[in-house]
């Protein structure tokens, strides 16, 4: 069926329920990063390890009804490790592309700051046009197709600083934090005998997905909202205290966030 913006509401709240049983406490970051998820983006989450980054990004995938994969990024891994290669087959006298594991719902880019600017720099067109091109041929990817990447902000030894544009392609940076005294009993309560990240189920499929973020781009933004939205950004840019202000592409991320946290709470407008 149609979505509604009760639908919405109810598909924020399924989703939300399910990854609270495996993230205790962590209400607010799931919000954003679903809502990130919705406005048709890619999230950066940086925190210390341990803090539940990568199962943040698993319970997402699999109540979501997505595929998941996840490459553990290091100094040696090359770009075609992520976006795939193409492979000589002699029988045929072709060559055969063979499929990374870019190609999937949910890519778990696990500390990406610890490959090489140009592995980094594979990931540019795949996360900007959902696309990969090798060898001159151009392969679309699944839709929906998300990155979550995870950095340690704290470890500089043999790491290597995203780029600005590569920052600019992730709609939100959000911080996991540490669970609460209360949170942690609890947690290392549930977590005693089995993970409940293996019970978990899917509450949607990615057709509902791609349903979701249509309904999300519907949602009205008056006027007056759009001034209010690009005079933030028009700001950051003449301040003497940044370098580096939001381009239009933090214009509109900023519009799809709010307009999808607007459509899981109920609302027909921003």
């Not at 709240?13 to 406490?25: A, I, M, N, P, Y």
């Not at 940086?46 to 998941?68: C, I, N, W, Y």
């Not at 973020?213 to 759009?226: E, I």
Request: proline share 6%.
């Amino acid at each position: 069926m149609t979505m509604t913006q009760t639908a919405g509401q109810v598909f924020g709240q399924r989703v939300f329920s399910k990854v609270s049983t495996v993230l205790v406490g962590k209400e607010e970051v799931t919000r954003l990063a679903l809502a990130g998820i919705l406005a048709g983006g890619h999230v950066l989450l940086e925190d210390a390890p341990g803090t539940g980054k990568t199962m943040l990004a698993r319970a997402l995938a699999v109540s979501l009804g997505l595929d998941f994969a996840r490459v553990q990024f290091t100094p040696d891994l090359l770009p075609g490790d992520v976006t795939g290669v193409s492979v000589f087959r002699p029988a045929s006298g072709d060559f055969e592309f063979v499929p990374g594991p870019i190609f999937t719902g949910i890519l778990l880019a696990d500390e990406i700051n610890r490959a090489t600017p140009k592995t980094q720099s594979a990931l540019l067109e795949a996360m900007g046009e959902g696309q990969v091109s090798e060898s001159g041929v151009t392969w679309r990817l699944p839709q929906p197709f998300v990155v979550i990447a995870t950095q340690n902000p704290v470890e500089h030894e043999g790491t290597y600083r995203l780029p600005e544009a590569q920052l600019d392609r992730f709609l939100l940076r959000l911080s996991v934090g540490y669970p609460s005294l209360e949170q942690e009993v609890e947690m290392l309560a549930r977590l005693q005998e089995r993970h409940p990240l293996q019970d978990l189920r899917a509450v949607a499929a990615p057709a509902d997905l791609l349903a979701a973020q249509g309904q999300v781009r519907q949602v009205t933004v008056s006027p007056d909202l759009r001034r209010y939205i690009a005079s933030l950004a028009a700001r950051t840019r003449g301040h003497p205290q940044v370098t580096l202000g939001g381009g239009p592409r933090a214009s509109l991320a900023l519009q799809g966030v709010a307009q999808a946290l607007a459509w899981t709470q109920g609302r027909r407008f921003v």
